[in-house]
């Protein structure tokens, strides 16, 4: 069992940055490619990137490449998502997730996960 929690959201301005953290606990952190997602009130999850299990890989879809960026330290079982130049549309619910198994990237890429963390809230205020 892997318990994943979320923060670092907040109320920010557009144009700001602001960086989220996913802690893990449980099984061996990295063993897990891990993925964010985000879900705006009113409309199904987003794909937001995926990380592999060393962090040399990383993978981001349009709406955000080039402007967040995922990262990991296994040392400390923690996954980030840092936000740059954000928009009024990124606001939404940030989740992080977990996969071990094979495929885990392709999968985390349709969110199949099997870990998923209870997210926390982005506001971007224009």
């Known amino acids: 069992q892997v318990s994943l929690a979320e923060s670092g959201g907040g109320v920010v301005q557009a144009g700001d940055s602001l960086r989220l953290a996913c802690a893990a606990s449980?099984?061996?952190?990295?063993?897990?490619?891990m993925g964010w997602y985000r879900q705006a009130l009113g409309k199904d999850r987003e794909f937001v990137g995926t990380?592999?299990?060393?962090?040399?890989?990383?993978f981001y879809s349009d709406s955000v490449k080039g402007r967040f960026t995922i990262s990991r330290e296994n040392d400390k079982n923690t996954v980030y998502l840092q936000m740059n130049s954000l928009k009024p549309e990124d606001t939404a619910e940030y989740y992080c997730?977990?996969?071990?198994?094979?495929?885990?990237?392709?999968?985390?890429?349709?969110?199949?996960?099997?870990?998923w963390g209870h997210g926390t809230q982005v506001t971007v205020s224009s």
């Open positions: 449980g099984h061996t952190f990295s063993n897990y490619a």
């Open positions: 990380i592999d299990r060393s962090g040399g890989q990383t």
């Open positions: 997730a977990a996969n071990a198994r094979e495929g885990a990237l392709g999968a985390l890429r349709i969110g199949l996960a099997d870990y």
